[in-house]
């Protein structure tokens, strides 16, 4: 078996693994959210990783997802023969008050829910910024591998890990480390899963908070690929129903 058969092989049946054993997770989630978005509340997102854009303004996603963006970036010239200094635009993770900066000047309100991701969640960025966002009455749902979570030790100085302090938890139930084809001789796994589970999830958990909405007789705003003929038509006046309705 070659290594990409069995990444395909691992990838397969953590999927199935979440499909299975996360349902009810996910469907407690999306009735939480729903019940909020029907009381006149929003629905934010923020994605510590590399798949934070994913969800945001695509075909088939919910126009009323409002993505959460940080920026940070620091750079400072130095004499010759010396290494460069700055920060790169992760900084912000390992810092408890960025955190809570985002939380207090993000646009979040009671009754509004924070779908948040972070795969450890051991860090002190979401943490702080999912306290904040309670603070001020806005939910947090956490999307994370809780196996993993509890493998490592917390950072922010309540102690606490995101799924320790979330409203509601969709557990990815990827591997500990992430990575997850063993290679003898590299000293490491290869092909992390992170990635794919934390998009299942999401979408598994949009597609559940549709129905549920429709459940309770809402039928939200969705985009329309701009690649079709109306994309961009329909999803201008997706956007302005959204405006006028608020889901």
């Not at 990783?49 to 695509?58: F, K, L």
Request: a neutral charge.
């Amino acid at each position: 078996m070659t290594l990409a058969d069995r990444f395909f092989d691992l990838a397969s049946a953590h999927l199935a693994t979440l499909r299975r054993e996360a349902s009810v997770e996910l469907e407690a989630a999306a009735a939480f959210t729903a019940d909020r978005l029907a009381a006149g509340g929003r629905l934010h997102h923020f994605d510590t990783g590399h798949t934070a854009r994913e969800p945001v303004r695509r075909a088939g996603g919910l126009v009323g997802l409002h993505a959460i963006e940080v920026r940070f970036d620091l750079a400072h010239a130095t004499p010759p023969g010396r290494e460069p200094a700055g920060l790169a635009s992760g900084y912000y993770y390992d810092n408890e008050a960025m955190g809570r900066m985002v939380a207090e000047r993000a646009s979040l309100a009671p009754g509004d829910v924070l779908w948040l991701v972070s795969n450890s969640g051991k860090e002190p960025f979401p943490v702080a910024l999912a306290l904040g966002a309670q603070a001020r009455g806005c939910a947090v749902v956490a999307i994370t591998c809780v196996a993993f979570s509890r493998s490592v030790e917390a950072r922010h100085s309540s102690g606490k890990r995101l799924f320790e302090v979330a409203d509601r938890v969709v557990d990815t139930r990827g591997p500990v480390g992430d990575a997850a084809v063993e290679v003898p001789g590299l000293g490491a796994p290869i092909c992390p899963l992170s990635g794919l589970l934390n998009v299942a999830a999401g979408w598994a958990l949009q597609a559940a908070t549709v129905e549920a909405l429709l459940a309770r007789g809402i039928a939200p705003t969705v985009y329309k690929s701009v690649n079709l003929p109306d994309g961009f038509a329909f999803n201008a006046e997706a956007e302005r129903r959204y405006r006028a309705r608020g889901i």
